[in-house]
Nanobody, 132 residues
C-alpha cells in the first residue's frame, strides 16, 4: 500500500522560506514521478513541481512558471523523501500543498507532467500560508 505523508507547512512572511517534505512508503521514488500540487481556496489544484528519471537514470525536474527560480525540488532515495524548498515566498503561494505519485511515469518524454489524472496516489496535504 502506497502512502505519502507531507510535512513542513506553516505560516511565513512574504520573502521567507519553507521546506516541504514528502515521505513515501510502498513506492520507490525513482520508479515513477513524484509531484507537488497546490490548491488555493476557490481555485483548481495546480501542478507546482515534479521530479523523475528516465530509463538511463538521468534525473529531470519540472516547475510551473509561477514558481520557477524560487522553488527547488529534490529527492533522497535512501530516505524515501522528496523535498520542495520554497524561497522568496509570496502571498499568492498560499495554498494546501499536496504530494502525488505516478507509477512508471518516466522523465524526458512530455512537456507537461502536471496532469492530475496521471497520479495514482495523493497525500493529505500541508497548509502553507504567506502573510504579514
Amino acid at each position: 500500500q502506497v502512502q505519502l505523508v507531507e510535512s513542513g507547512g506553516g505560516l511565513v512572511q512574504p520573502g521567507g522560506s519553507l521546506r516541504l517534505s514528502c515521505v513515501a512508503s510502498g513506492f520507490t521514488l525513482d520508479s515513477g514521478t513524484i509531484a507537488w500540487f497546490r490548491q488555493a481556496p476557490g481555485k483548481e489544484r495546480e501542478g507546482v513541481s515534479c521530479i523523475n528519471s528516465d530509463g538511463d537514470g538521468q534525473t529531470y525536474t519540472y516547475y510551473s512558471d509561477s514558481v520557477k527560480g524560487r522553488f527547488t525540488i529534490s529527492r533522497d532515495n535512501a530516505k524515501d523523501t522528496v523535498y520542495l524548498q520554497m524561497n522568496s515566498l509570496k502571498p499568492e503561494d498560499t495554498a494546501v500543498y499536496y504530494c502525488a505519485a505516478a507509477r512508471g511515469l518516466r522523465g524526458g518524454y512530455y512537456d507537461d507532467y502536471f496532469v492530475r489524472g496521471w497520479y495514482d496516489f495523493w497525500g493529505q496535504g500541508t497548509q502553507v500560508s504567506v502573510s504579514e
